[in-house]
């Protein structure tokens, strides 16, 4: 059961922590943590390029990623430095990602579908010395960075190799720097919780707690098959997919980007177990006609997040494929998961306890003074995970982490007797009709669970006596792509 607990910091505070003993967090870099074991696991299959069927195992990565952080090393990397990837979902993406962590660098994940005016704007701040991606966003990239930065390096496609981590003279013989645990690994943008997009760093720390904290509720083993259908780049598919299955041992299949056919078929060919979804892709798999054509007998659980998951939807999708459905909470900020169950009770309209290592309370609004059980208001969270804060905004920090360190993440949720989270929705997008407070995405459930539905979404709009009113957006055929 739950413990609730005072403070100090926080006098009347009602904290919430999981039923789960918080987890020893070794004192490494990210890399080194993640690679401890992929020597001894030899020929073990660790990634395959499921457009292609190349695949790595984990001697052939490990000796990859060492190339690569050497190359970088003897081309001129220095500690901190900052590098931008962008590039799809890829072994390459893996292998430069591990590499430059182990290189000493500061990796800045940028998605490959990023906009012009958005690229200019991730590149103004913090002017990374080193952009890694592909031949085709190059020339994009180059016009948003204004000044190209001091290197360039390519990543060729799929087919033709990766010229980054091809040996190079001197390289293999260019140590590697020890890298501490309060450095700064990674930049990921978030929109956190005013809108606006912000640069988040996070420590090596932060990603191997949150990591540490991912066992329980996602224990993967090595004989686990994990597809990576989120973005690699986002912090989804950066931890709970790519990094606490490779520091597992399990192996990773890897879509490029996502197409329901594609996913479907690589879940049918490499036996897939175990999957990481957002709601859009479990309402597909619930209603799409394709599904009834692949074979995802394999499929033991699947989690879905970064969204609220309707209940009847997750059971709809959970009959279809013959799998556990559950969903968890993160965000960006808390690298990423706070909240989410183990694979025990199935429970899928709750998104579980806090995960180890996690201090959770539910306050007012308005006030910021703690709720009585069962009431709703904001969630906040305290974690070994929290990020350090937002480059360059120290405004914003302080704003999203208050003086006793607790991270406002701008979600509304209650908490059960159980002491199981639900949320309801996002505090920016409330309706208020009459003076009470409405929630899109409850309304947005209720339509999801009727089956002539197939999306759904509802909005506020103004309304001279309730203030505002909700109305519905909805889709009443079966979308031939999964909605977005």
Same mark, same amino acid.
């Given at each position: 059961?739950?413990?609730?607990?005072?403070?100090?910091?926080?006098?009347?505070?009602?904290?919430?922590?999981?039923?789960?003993?918080?987890?020893?967090?070794?004192?490494?870099?990210?890399?080194?943590?993640?690679?401890?074991?992929?020597?001894?696991?030899?020929?073990?299959?660790?990634?395959?390029?499921?457009?292609?069927?190349?695949?790595?195992?984990?001697?052939?990565?490990?000796?990859?990623?060492?190339?690569?952080?050497?190359?970088?090393?003897?081309?001129?990397?220095?500690?901190?430095?900052?590098?931008?990837?962008?590039?799809?979902?890829?072994?390459?993406?893996?292998?430069?990602?591990?590499?430059?962590?182990?290189?000493?660098?500061?990796?800045?994940?940028?998605?490959?579908?990023?906009?012009?005016?958005?690229?200019?704007?991730?590149?103004?701040?913090?002017?990374?010395?080193?952009?890694?991606?592909?031949?085709?966003?190059?020339?994009?990239?180059?016009?948003?960075?204004?000044?190209?930065?001091?290197?360039?390096?390519?990543?060729?496609?799929?087919?033709?190799?990766?010229?980054?981590?091809?040996?190079?003279?001197?390289?293999?013989?260019?140590?590697?720097?020890?890298?501490?645990?309060?450095?700064?690994?990674?930049?990921?943008?978030?929109?956190?919780?005013?809108?606006?997009?912000?640069?988040? =760093?996070?420590?090596?720390?932060?990603?191997?707690?949150?990591?540490?904290?991912?066992?329980?509720?996602?224990?993967?083993?090595?004989?686990?098959?994990?597809?990576?259908?989120?973005?690699?780049?986002?912090?989804?598919?950066?931890?709970?997919?790519?990094?606490?299955?490779?520091?597992?041992?399990?192996?990773?299949?890897?879509?490029?980007?996502?197409?329901?056919?594609?996913?479907?078929?690589?879940?049918?060919?490499?036996?897939?177990?175990?999957?990481?979804?957002?709601?859009?892709?479990?309402?597909?798999?619930?209603?799409?006609?394709?599904?009834?054509?692949?074979?995802?007998?394999?499929?033991?659980?699947?989690?879905?997040?970064?969204?609220?998951?309707?209940?009847?939807?997750?059971?709809?999708?959970?009959?279809?494929?013959?799998?556990?459905?559950?969903?968890?909470?993160? =965000?960006?900020?808390?690298?990423?998961?706070?909240?989410?169950?183990?694979?025990?009770?199935?429970?899928?309209?709750?998104?579980?306890?806090?995960?180890?290592?996690?201090?959770?309370?539910?306050?007012?609004?308005?006030?910021?003074?703690?709720?009585?059980?069962?009431?709703?208001?904001?969630?906040?969270?305290?974690?070994?995970?929290?990020?350090?804060?937002?480059?360059?905004?120290?405004?914003?920090?302080?704003?999203?982490?208050?003086?006793?360190?607790?991270?406002?993440?701008?979600?509304?949720?209650?908490?059960?007797?159980?002491?199981?989270?639900?949320?309801?929705?996002?505090?920016?997008?409330?309706?208020?009709?009459?003076?009470?407070?409405?929630?899109?995405?409850?309304?947005?459930?209720?339509?999801?669970?009727?089956?002539?539905?197939?999306?759904?979404?509802?909005?506020?709009?103004?309304?001279?006596?309730?203030?505002?009113?909700?109305?519905?957006?909805?889709?009443?055929?079966?979308?031939?792509?999964?909605?977005?």
């Amino acid at each position: 059961m739950p413990t609730l607990e005072q403070t100090p910091a926080a006098q009347n505070a009602a904290i919430i922590t999981g039923p789960y003993a918080a987890e020893n967090v070794p004192e490494l870099g990210l890399a080194a943590f993640v690679m401890r074991d992929w020597q001894p696991r030899g020929a073990r299959g660790a990634l395959i390029d499921a457009s292609t069927g190349r695949s790595f195992s984990y001697s052939e990565l490990a000796a990859a990623v060492r190339t690569t952080a050497s190359r970088l090393v003897a081309q001129g990397l220095a500690q901190r430095d900052v590098l931008a990837l962008c590039a799809p979902n890829s072994p390459e993406f893996a292998i430069v990602y591990y590499g430059a962590l182990a290189a000493g660098a500061v990796v800045m994940t940028m998605s490959p579908d990023v906009a012009e005016a958005e690229a200019t704007a991730q590149l103004a701040d913090p002017k990374p010395r080193w952009v890694v991606t592909t031949p085709d966003l190059a020339a994009m990239l180059a016009r948003a960075a204004g000044t190209w930065p001091k290197e360039l390096l390519l990543l060729a496609e799929a087919s033709a190799g990766s010229p980054i981590s091809q040996p190079v003279d001197g390289a293999e013989a260019s140590p590697l720097p020890v890298i501490g645990s309060d450095e700064v690994a990674v930049l990921l943008s978030s929109s956190g919780t005013t809108g606006l997009p912000k640069t988040v =760093m996070l420590t090596h720390r932060n990603l191997v707690a949150a990591v540490c904290s991912l066992r329980v509720p996602e224990p993967v083993s090595e004989e686990d098959v994990v597809l990576a259908a989120l973005p690699l780049c986002h912090i989804a598919g950066m931890q709970i997919v790519l990094q606490n299955a490779l520091s597992s041992g399990a192996t990773v299949v890897i879509l490029p980007r996502f197409e329901l056919e594609a996913f479907l078929g690589a879940i049918e060919r490499y036996r897939v177990t175990r999957i990481v979804l957002a709601p859009p892709i479990v309402l597909a798999l619930a209603k799409h006609p394709s599904v009834d054509r692949y074979d995802l007998s394999s499929l033991r659980v699947l989690t879905s997040g970064a969204a609220p998951l309707g209940r009847e939807i997750a059971r709809a999708a959970a009959r279809r494929i013959g799998c556990r459905i559950k969903q968890g909470y993160g =965000m960006t900020e808390s690298a990423p998961i706070c909240i989410a169950p183990d694979d025990g009770p199935d429970r899928p309209e709750s998104i579980g306890p806090p995960v180890p290592g996690v201090e959770c309370r539910v306050v007012d609004c308005t006030t910021g003074v703690d709720v009585a059980p069962g009431q709703t208001g904001e969630l906040v969270a305290r974690s070994p995970a929290q990020m350090r804060g937002y480059l360059g905004n120290e405004a914003a920090t302080a704003a999203t982490i208050d003086a006793d360190g607790w991270l406002h993440t701008g979600d509304i949720v209650r908490v059960d007797p159980d002491g199981w989270f639900h949320v309801v929705d996002r505090l920016k997008e409330l309706i208020k009709v009459n003076g009470r407070q409405v929630a899109p995405a409850e309304l947005e459930q209720l339509l999801l669970a009727h089956p002539a539905v197939a999306d759904a979404a509802v909005i506020g709009c103004p309304d001279e006596e309730a203030g505002e009113l909700p109305r519905r957006l909805s889709c009443s055929t079966t979308p031939s792509t999964p909605p977005s």
